[in-house]
């Protein structure tokens, strides 16, 4: 009885610790990256194991510029992002590498944006590898 | 709002470890073939870390973007339309404290925009008070309080501690398994965001036209409340959400096509035809009820 409550502990603890402690990663890589914008005050920020989707809903204002930020621990790959309008139309593709990793855009009116993530499957895999992913983003006026 | 799919590997995994304990804790064996007890182990697995994750990832507008229009717009700074730093030791109940939380982050916001360094400070030592009254200081800390101390000469050092504060708030309540709190946080700030713009829309088309947008923001918080079920903490402020959108169900929402250029430095623009337009009665019954809530939420 004492392995069934390991077990079930363990396994239980492995698939529902979406929350567990990625404030100091979103704090330590992911905020400076928004140097130059105001962040936003949303916490999007859960640990992901590889094959996971996600997909947040975020309202941006017109006349405003804004960067949206996709980082990802590097344990869980390069994680896949796309932003498309409510429509589903496709108006960014990136991911978490260093180069695609932020995307700066301009709003000349308000409207909501899909961002939709993919963490990589992991193919023969021995153990499974989870890692913070954090979505945020930051606006300032337009110049 | 978040839709998530839950890696099928790791919940193959999981089902199959309950199963194994199943099988250890009862010891009888089991047929090597597909078995109902681990599919609904692994539904039942998946369902409940897909709402765990669609209460984390949840995004609406911050207090910051409302009071940088009010202050774009030319008006003054007035102390007075605050909710008052000193009534902290006032509000008691958990719920009741987590909502002044939020009205004191989009306070603390105004005041951050509009330069005003003492009043940040102040509300800002309110807020921690309130947090630390909540067992939930974390990530309010001294050090926070430092710092705006430091760089008060600096409107955007102001804000940047300011909204990495909340934003550190809102993610310490939600790995502390106080995601129900932080969620009357989001919503006390984002109604008191509201009261204040309703505040400045007289003659003033661009702040309609943002209160009017509010639809937007509204329908995730509802949306998002919705997920919690009915959770005794939440149905006051999921009652008043819903009775705000009663209000604006009567704005006109247009959806329209999203085009996407780039600028001359080559930076993305995005534009669309879509709009959401409120008539003066909305407006005016939209400020009613915020003005009601407000006083509410604050009074003592």
Redesign the interface.
């Known amino acids: 009885m004492k392995i069934f409550k390991y077990i079930l502990a363990l396994s239980l603890l492995i698939s529902l610790d979406g929350i567990a402690q990625c404030r100091p990663f979103t704090k330590n890589h992911c905020l400076p990256l928004l140097d130059g914008y105001v962040q936003n005050d949303n916490y999007n920020s859960a640990t992901l194991v590889p094959g996971d989707e996600a997909e947040l809903l975020l309202t941006f204002y017109g006349g405003k510029e804004y960067r949206l930020l996709v980082c990802a621990h590097p344990i869980l790959g390069v994680v896949e992002y796309e932003v498309s309008d409510t429509n589903g139309e496709l108006i960014y593709k990136g991911d978490s590498s260093d180069a695609k990793q932020k995307f700066d855009f301009k709003m000349t009116n308000t409207q909501q944006l899909i961002v939709k993530l993919k963490v990589p499957a992991q193919k023969n895999a021995v153990s499974i590898h989870e890692g913070c992913v954090t979505v945020m983003s930051g606006s300032k006026e337009l110049k | 709002?978040?839709?998530?799919?839950?890696?099928?590997?790791?919940?193959t995994?999981?089902a199959a470890?309950?199963l194994?304990?199943?099988v250890?804790?009862c010891g009888e064996s089991q047929p090597n073939t597909p078995n109902p007890a681990m599919n609904a182990a692994k539904d039942s697995?998946e369902e409940?870390?897909i709402k765990?994750?669609q209460k984390?990832?949840?995004?609406?507008?911050?207090?910051?973007?409302m009071a940088?229009l009010i202050k774009?717009k030319g008006y003054s700074f007035d102390k007075n339309v605050l909710s008052p730093s000193t009534n902290v030791d006032k509000y008691t109940g958990e719920a009741r404290q987590a909502i002044s939380l939020g009205i004191y982050?989009a306070d603390l916001s105004y005041a951050a925009i509009f330069d005003q360094k003492q009043v940040t400070m102040e509300y800002f030592a309110s807020a921690q008070k309130l947090a630390k009254q909540m067992g939930v200081d974390g990530a309010l800390t001294s050090e926070l309080i430092e710092r705006l101390d430091q760089n008060q000469e600096n409107r955007?050092s102001l804000?940047?501690i300011v909204?990495?504060a909340?934003?550190?708030l809102?993610?310490?309540l939600?790995?502390n398994?106080r995601?129900e709190i932080?969620a009357l946080v989001?919503a006390g700030?984002w109604l008191e965001a509201l009261y204040l713009s309703t505040l400045y829309s007289e003659n003033s088309p661009e702040m309609v036209?943002?209160i009017a947008?509010q639809k937007?923001?509204l329908n995730?918080l509802v949306d998002y409340y919705e997920k919690f079920g009915d959770r005794p903490n939440l149905r006051d402020m999921k009652a008043d959400l819903l009775a705000l959108r009663e209000i604006y169900n009567a704005s006109s929402d247009a959806?329209g096509?999203?085009n996407?250029t780039k600028?001359e430095k080559g930076?993305?623009?995005?534009?669309?035809t879509?709009?959401?337009t409120i008539s003066p009665e909305t407006l005016q019954k939209i400020a009613t009820k915020a003005q009601e809530l407000r006083k509410k939420y604050t009074t003592v």
């Open positions: 709002m978040l839709k998530t799919k839950a890696s099928g590997f790791l919940l995994l999981s470890l309950i194994s304990a199943l250890i804790s697995i409940a870390r765990e994750l984390i990832f949840f995004s609406i507008p911050s207090p910051v973007e940088a774009e982050g955007d804000l940047s909204s990495e909340y934003m550190d809102n993610g310490y939600k790995e398994q995601i932080s989001v700030g036209q943002r947008e937007y923001a995730n959806k096509k999203t996407v600028d930076t993305v623009v995005i534009g669309s879509n709009s959401v």
